[in-house]
């Protein structure tokens, strides 16, 4: 089965800046055993622009969904947890809502994949699928910064459905 990475359209170069990120929340709680800890609805604070380009996914520094893509990844997950992340802009009056995921995390780097420094960046990803189960969307484990791995079934999903700014990059699996 074919496996993609799910993730932001690096052509968009006008996004929402979250501010304050570190103040609101602890990364380490973005797991299903801590996720407890995470405010909900997680407030942000964020800086845009007129022309600023609010995505279905927006990357850094947290992985967020739109409702739209949220909708579309409980279809697929429905036991997926999401923390409801309202994106304010106080100087234009402005509110965006999306979704911080909480997705299942699996050790699946084979053998063949390859780290940078200490293991905590990969390098070469190359998935294990007897350690994926069958996983429909899941989390890479072995990744410091989320790595979202979606089945080839939700890749087509996403794509025929209108969803701006999202990459999806195939990922070889043995």
């Known amino acids: 089965m074919d496996y993609f990475l799910l993730k932001q359209d690096e052509r968009y170069t006008d996004v ?16 299903r055993v801590r996720a407890h ?37 409980e279809a697929y997950e429905p036991d997926t947890l999401f923390k409801l992340t309202p994106l304010i802009d106080l100087s234009r009056h402005l509110q965006k809502n999306y979704y911080l995921p909480i997705f299942d995390e699996l050790e699946v780097v084979s053998a063949h994949g ?33 790595l979202i791995a979606v089945r080839l079934d939700v890749a087509e999903s996403i794509l025929r459905r209108d969803l701006t700014g999202i990459r999806l990059e195939r990922v070889p699996v043995e």
Do not use: W
């Open 16 to 31: 929402p800046m979250l501010l304050d990120v570190r103040k609101k929340i602890d990364t380490r709680d973005i797991h």
């Open 114 to 146: 390859e780290f940078h420094r200490g293991n905590s960046q990969i390098k070469k990803l190359v998935l294990k699928e007897e350690n994926m189960h069958g996983k429909k969307i899941f989390r890479i484990k072995e990744s410091e910064k989320p």
């Open 37 to 73: 800890k995470i405010a909900d609805p997680l407030i942000l604070q964020i800086k845009s622009e007129a022309e600023s380009s609010f995505l279905d996914i927006l990357e850094y520094p947290l992985f967020l969904l739109s409702d739209k893509l949220k909708r579309l990844v």
